[in-house]
């Protein structure tokens, strides 16, 4: 069964850091993109980010400008998103996804882990 798991959400200021951590079991990961989508109160879940199974290949959302950073470790079964430079409407619950059909389209999702910038 496969499963992924997010840890290192929380509470943060405006301008401040946090990283993401997305460990999967029940799969190996090297074979497949990985990606973080976000869902904020009221809103529809968006596309964050993604990273091809290499590692070499990497895109984000327009509207991050450069903030964020997805990275993966395929020793380790685990995809990373640093988010630097956070702001209030960065608050959302950020899930880690694997094998992408579409940016909004995935194979396997995790439960989820909540961001919280307060201003």
């Known amino acids: 069964q496969v499963q992924l798991r997010e840890s290192g959400g929380g509470l943060v200021q405006t301008g401040g850091s946090l990283r993401l951590s997305c460990a999967a079991s029940?799969?190996?990961?090297?074979?497949?993109?990985m990606g973080w989508l976000r869902q904020a109160p009221g809103k529809e879940r968006e596309f964050v980010a993604a990273?091809?199974?290499?590692?070499?290949?990497?895109y984000y959302a327009d509207f991050l400008k450069g903030r964020f950073t997805i990275s993966r470790d395929n020793a380790k079964n685990t995809a990373y998103l640093q988010m630097n430079g956070l702001k209030p409407e960065d608050t959302a619950v950020y899930y880690c996804?694997?094998?992408?059909?579409?940016?909004?389209?995935?194979?396997?999702w995790g439960q989820g882990t909540q961001v919280t910038v307060s201003s």
């Open positions: 029940g799969v190996t990961t090297s074979t497949y993109t």
């Open positions: 990273v091809s199974w290499s590692g070499d290949h990497k």
């Open positions: 996804a694997l094998d992408r059909f579409t940016d909004s389209r995935w194979r396997y």
